[in-house]
């Protein structure tokens, strides 16, 4: 028997060969590196090389204004996270950022829109000196449907130019492709790359996108398929995120606008569709955007305060662990919430881990890919800044290298 099952596991090695190498090249597994909490989109005019630092002394300063408020949205955890968010907004104000020359920027004459292209890009080269710049950071351009398409080519073809030329580097760099509605879009727009890294004798795979699922034909198209499924394999190595849009979704799928929500039903079933076809892909996920700013009188500002809080746990729960900002006044309460999420789950997930390693002793026995998501749990709470690395491996009983090796494991 021993002999039958030896030639069995060679003639199915040999069977299949081809399947077991397309697993691991279509779903490695997830990406290694740290997910920004956010990515905050500022319209291409309003963008100058000291955002950075500027958005984090608006978010400071209305903390500051609105201190009460704040501590009364966080109830017992304020006297820990208010100093946590505090120091986050002197260090690192801004995780992911996009400059935007899509629905925030406008539509413009061509001239008004290439002299903004060359004026942030020189301006972004300026910043990537400073300690405070965010860690990644891009472009979105207009779509490639048929009457924008030329101008979102010039703008992102130029973009890259200006940088360049201005001294400015590319690591770290992502565009983000909105409206898309066919594959063919995304296969487009890795053309476009090729071409672009040609030109400067850039690296094959130097630039990277994002799809932006902004469109039900994305989640669903005219055969009946999830798309956006397909989008992700279209362009392998260059599609690196999935970003949910809020309000375009809903109205195309006529959500009155009251009632255009990141909680909306039509919401969840988008964002479920976007998770199971990014699972394993190492491509990442993002929950769209609140527009409900926190400015005007105390009242106002407790209302969007409260809602984005909820809002942004409510996505860190679903397994959204990035989402949109569009107001310097958004960052407190990102951060607040995102640190509440990591500092409330930690001890529970430390102590899991810990049985699990000791064989499921006190009562719990986990699934390895349990232990995964524990390990991914803590890894991403580092990497926020959420935890602090003496008090993760205390309570886990691990190294950080041990686990992240456990969280994010390469598919063999």
Not at 122 to 140: E, F, N
Not at 378 to 384: A, I
């Amino acid at each position: 028997m021993e002999d039958l099952a030896a030639e069995l596991a060679r003639e199915l090695d040999s069977r299949l060969a081809a399947e077991d190498d397309a697993l691991v090249a279509s779903f490695p597994g997830d990406r290694r590196g740290r997910q920004p909490v956010h990515t905050v989109y500022v319209p291409a005019d309003r963008y100058d090389a000291d955002l950075t630092r500027t958005w984090g002394e608006q978010a400071r300063q209305a903390m500051a204004d609105h201190d009460a408020i704040l501590r009364e949205c966080l109830g017992a955890a304020a006297d820990d996270l208010v100093p946590r968010v505090e120091d986050k907004l002197r260090r690192e104000p801004i995780e992911d950022l996009r400059i935007d020359f899509e629905d925030g920027y406008g539509t413009r004459p061509d001239e008004v829109e290439d002299a903004d292209v060359a004026r942030a890009a020189k301006a972004l080269a300026a910043s990537q000196g400073d300690a405070s710049r965010p860690a990644s950071y891009g472009i979105r351009f207009k779509s490639f449907e048929r009457p924008t398409r030329e101008r979102g080519l010039a703008t992102v073809v130029g973009f890259v130019d200006h940088l360049l030329a201005a001294g400015g580097r590319l690591d770290g760099f992502v565009v983000t492709l909105p409206k898309v509605t066919a594959v063919a879009q995304v296969e487009a727009m890795a053309l476009a790359c090729e071409r672009i890294e040609g030109a400067h004798g850039l690296a094959p795979g130097t630039l990277r996108f994002e799809v932006q699922v902004e469109t039900p034909q994305s989640i669903l198209g005219p055969d009946g398929t999830a798309l956006v499924a397909r989008m992700i394999h279209a362009a392998p190595g260059r599609v690196v995120g999935l970003h949910y849009g809020t309000y375009d979704y809903s109205a195309f799928c006529g959500i009155a606008a009251p009632y255009q929500s990141l909680e909306h039903p039509a919401a969840d079933h988008a964002k479920a569709v976007m998770q199971a076809a990014a699972a394993g892909t190492g491509v990442r996920l993002s929950d769209g955007s609140s527009n409900i700013l926190p400015v005007g009188d105390t009242e106002q500002v407790r209302r969007a305060w409260a809602l984005h809080l909820r809002l942004v746990r409510r996505s860190l729960e679903r397994g959204f662990y990035q989402g949109w900002d569009l107001h310097p006044a958004h960052l407190p309460t990102r951060y607040a919430a995102t640190y509440a999420f990591y500092r409330d789950g930690f001890g529970d997930a430390a102590e899991r881990l810990q049985r699990y390693a000791a064989r499921g002793e006190g009562g719990i026995l986990d699934e390895p890919a349990t232990a995964r998501a524990l390990a991914d749990f803590l890894v991403r709470g580092l990497e926020c800044g959420a935890l602090g690395e003496n008090e993760a491996v205390t309570a886990s009983g691990m190294t950080v290298t041990d686990l992240t090796a456990l969280a994010r494991p390469a598919r063999a």
